[in-house]
């Protein structure tokens, strides 16, 4: 059974740019969420989504947003970059939503900012 | 913002001793733990689960306790191995009012052969 897949793995974008990152939850899952990891804040949470519905949000500006669709497959964007959007950006999959069963991690997409 | 836990500690550890990973909370209304082990390059692995109507539970070679009393979180390798060598990060989550998931800082554990 394949893992989560993310892609791209590594990113490099200039300040004002927009990015777009997608991941691939195992075949059956139906909740995605995505997090940011950095050196300094450590893992924080993005938001979830269900069944193509977006049922948690983390504390992060309106510039990061995200969808879900019909497959599963989920996509996060970030608009106007800033330098602090430079991160590991994880996104995990479980069956059930909000971490009621296990969830699976991808390997990440490293965000450059330049 | 919320977080869990403080700094980043680092933990050294004799290959065969036990490891004691300590986490602490900050939501008493969370109830539903979890640990993660993140070796280099990867993603966050899933280790070991607990909910709040538990003060312990265990896996293979490893075990998780709960003090509700003082939020605090603790995960205990047995026996480490330098394959247990990695940066261990607990998880809370308030599932009640599906809340979203609060990380800890993590723990780098590093095992000397």
């Known amino acids: 059974k394949a893992g989560v897949t993310q892609t791209p793995r590594y990113l490099i974008k200039t300040r004002g740019q927009q990015v777009t990152l997608s991941c691939s939850p195992i075949?059956?899952?139906?909740?995605v969420s995505w997090y940011q990891q950095t050196p300094g804040q450590g893992l924080q949470f993005l938001f979830e989504?269900?069944?193509?519905?977006?049922?948690n949000k983390g504390n992060f500006p309106g510039r990061f947003s995200g969808r879900q669709f019909s497959n599963s497959r989920s996509e996060m964007n970030v608009s106007t970059l800033e330098l602090g959007d430079s991160a590991l950006y994880l996104c995990?999959?479980?069956?059930?939503?909000?971490?009621?069963?296990?969830?699976?991690f991808g390997q990440g997409t490293r965000l450059t900012v330049v | 913002g919320e977080s869990v836990g403080l700094h980043l500690p680092t933990l050294s550890v004799q290959e065969g001793d036990n490891s004691i990973i300590n986490c602490a909370y900050s939501?008493?209304?969370?109830?539903?733990f979890i640990w993660y082990k993140q070796e280099s390059g990867k993603g966050p692995q899933f280790i070991i689960d607990?909910?709040?109507?538990?003060d312990k539970r265990q896996g293979q070679r490893v075990t998780v306790l709960l003090n509700k009393t003082v939020k605090h979180l603790s995960l205990q390798i047995a026996a480490t191995q330098p394959g247990d060598s990695a940066v261990y990060f607990c998880?809370?989550?308030?599932?009640?009012?599906?809340?979203?998931?609060?990380f800890g800082p993590g723990t780098s554990l590093s095992v000397i052969p």
């Open positions: 995990a999959s479980s069956f059930g939503q909000n971490m009621n069963t296990e969830a699976f």
């Open positions: 075949s059956g899952h139906r909740s």
């Open positions: 989504y269900f069944s193509e519905t977006q049922r």
């Open positions: 939501n008493s209304a969370s109830d539903y």
């Open positions: 607990i909910r709040s109507n538990m």
């Open positions: 998880a809370e989550v308030n599932k009640t009012s599906y809340d979203k998931v609060i």
